[in-house]
């Protein structure tokens, strides 16, 4: 009987042509062919010599047409085949895609919330990019309510408000608010770049609030020490606190315990959602509700232990203050609800009287009254035409702007360890915050499309110490600064000293605009006398 085998020669070309190459045991095992392979791990083969294998392919794509497909395909294959593996390729969010056409892109504009209110420009301005989808109103729905409760509004919808109420879009901005960029609703760009503006508003706001509180409330006391207790109220640091005393850590940290959090993982989500959340609260209900939160809801008191400033050496201030100051603090329901009487001679008229000391009508008819108090009020455009019921109230706010002015001007080398108050310094601080969220709610208009990050960084670049004291340079104004005889010659010929100075009268000026005219003059000087726009900061 003839055994079979699998090796038995066939008729096959093949195998006669390639048989002779091979040799075989005589001897066959009658048990299975077994490896010894458990887990066989092969080498991958050396590939051939790139030269050969184009020329292999040349070959066969000589066969295919010109524009064949199959020919396009093989040629990036092989073009893949050679790239460096060490080149690592860049993630697909960082790939550049090709632009909208015109048409898409003023599709995209029309469609957006953010052109839907023309009566409010900066809240329209905040809104989210495109409508809100059902993830989002998913979060509206579950979430909502306990931030509104432990907030303190009402619980009904916003939406029942009407067009002519800004607080109609409070719960959007309220939802954009707790979107955080350490959330998963993130990932979305209608809410991270919506949160990140709404922050990048907020911060500037909480500043502000806190600048023109604690003026009123310490008349006599110096920026210094005003800006520590600042920081212990709303410094990244304390920031939790207040956050866990409203209720709203659930909110912000659903699936943690912020407690248990390290300080780099739980301050960044608070800071971002509160700077938001006050931006929020802004836009809809404006500043007397920021206090009401800051104080009432967050529970910050200005007299706790922790937010005292430093022990420092302070300077004898003999100077009256204004009567309504006088012998008392002014807690934050007398700041939030103060509205001024109808005769009043200023937009702010208690914060003037906060800055601007009575005993400056003691430099009333002076050699700088006269001399340089005209040329720096024609320079910047003072006074402005106002409409008052009686002259004589024009012509009190004319001489209480010049004696302001004089102050904006009055270095403090000049009567500062005499007059504590006597200089620009509260001014100035004042100023530097107005001027901050001025120029905040400019690129918020003018960028629509920006997130908070680009936009921040823009605003920096603007606002530079050093670009604040050349537009005022530009001006010619320096050259009336108030100098003590013994530094005067150091300030005007070392300018390492000059331009500080030159810094903080500029922003004295805007100080006293916002206190007397109100937040549109000092538009008007950012942006039409001073123009700060004039020098383009680098791309960012």
């Known amino acids: 009987m003839e055994l079979s085998s699998p090796l038995k020669p066939t008729n096959s070309p093949i195998f006669h042509k390639t048989h002779d190459h091979f040799s075989f045991s005589s001897s066959l095992s009658p048990f299975p062919i077994k490896t010894q392979f458990q887990n066989p791990n092969f080498r991958k083969p050396f590939s051939l010599n790139p030269k050969i294998l184009s020329a292999i392919d040349s070959q066969e794509q000589e066969k295919l047409p010109q524009n064949s497909p199959q020919r396009l395909l093989k040629e990036l294959s092989q073009r893949q085949k050679f790239i460096s593996p060490n080149k690592r390729i860049p993630p697909k969010r960082f790939i550049l895609k090709p632009p909208l056409d015109d048409a898409k892109l003023a599709q995209r504009f029309l469609n957006s919330p953010q052109l839907s209110l023309k009566q409010f420009p900066l809240l329209s301005s905040c809104l989210p990019s495109m409508k809100l989808n059902n993830a989002d109103k998913i979060w509206i729905d579950e979430y909502l309510l306990e931030a509104k409760q432990a907030l303190g509004y009402p619980l009904e919808s916003s939406e029942s408000y009407g067009d002519d109420n800004p607080a109609k879009q409070f719960d959007t901005l309220l939802y954009l608010a707790f979107g955080h960029p350490h959330c998963e609703r993130t990932n979305a760009r209608h809410v991270r770049s919506g949160h990140s503006r709404l922050g990048f508003l907020g911060q500037y706001v909480l500043e502000l609030a806190m600048a023109e509180f604690f003026l009123q409330r310490y008349p006599r006391e110096s920026p210094g020490p005003m800006r520590e207790r600042v920081y212990a109220l709303i410094g990244k640091k304390f920031l939790p606190k207040w956050v866990k005393a409203a209720s709203l850590h659930n909110l912000i940290f659903q699936y943690d315990d912020m407690d248990r959090l390290v300080r780099k993982e739980r301050e960044p989500p608070v800071k971002s959602v509160v700077w938001a959340l006050f931006g929020a609260i802004y836009l809809c209900f404006g500043m007397p509700e920021v206090y009401r939160v800051l104080f009432e809801v967050f529970g910050m008191d200005p007299e706790d232990e922790e937010c005292q400033p430093k022990l420092r050496r302070q300077l004898e201030d003999v100077d009256y203050v204004s009567a309504e100051f006088e012998g008392k603090k002014l807690g934050w329901q007398e700041v939030a609800t103060y509205k001024p009487p109808e005769d009043a001679l200023f937009a702010h008229p208690r914060l003037f009287r906060a800055c601007v000391p009575p005993g400056m009508h003691r430099f009333r008819g002076n050699i700088w009254d006269y001399d340089s108090r005209p040329q720096v009020m024609k320079t910047l455009g003072y006074p402005l035409p106002m409409k008052d019921r009686i002259p004589e109230i024009t012509n009190a706010r004319n001489i209480e702007l010049g004696l302001g002015l004089q102050l904006a001007f009055l270095h403090p080398s000049k009567h500062k360890f005499e007059h504590p108050r006597f200089c620009f310094e509260r001014l100035e601080y004042v100023g530097q915050k107005i001027q ?105």
């Open 436 to 540: 901050d969220l001025v120029m905040a709610e400019r690129l918020l208009i003018k960028h629509i499309d920006a997130p908070g990050k680009w936009l921040q960084e823009k605003h920096r670049r603007i606002l530079l110490n050093k670009f604040c004291g050349k537009y005022l340079r530009e001006k010619h104004l320096h050259r009336f600064i108030i100098y003590s005889e013994e530094v005067i010659d150091s300030y005007e010929h070392n300018r390492r000293l000059r331009n500080p100075a030159t810094t903080s009268v500029q922003q004295a000026i805007h100080g006293l605009s916002y206190t007397v005219y109100g937040k549109p003059d000092v538009r008007r000087l950012m942006f039409e006398v001073f123009d700060f726009e004039q020098t383009q900061p680098k791309a960012v």
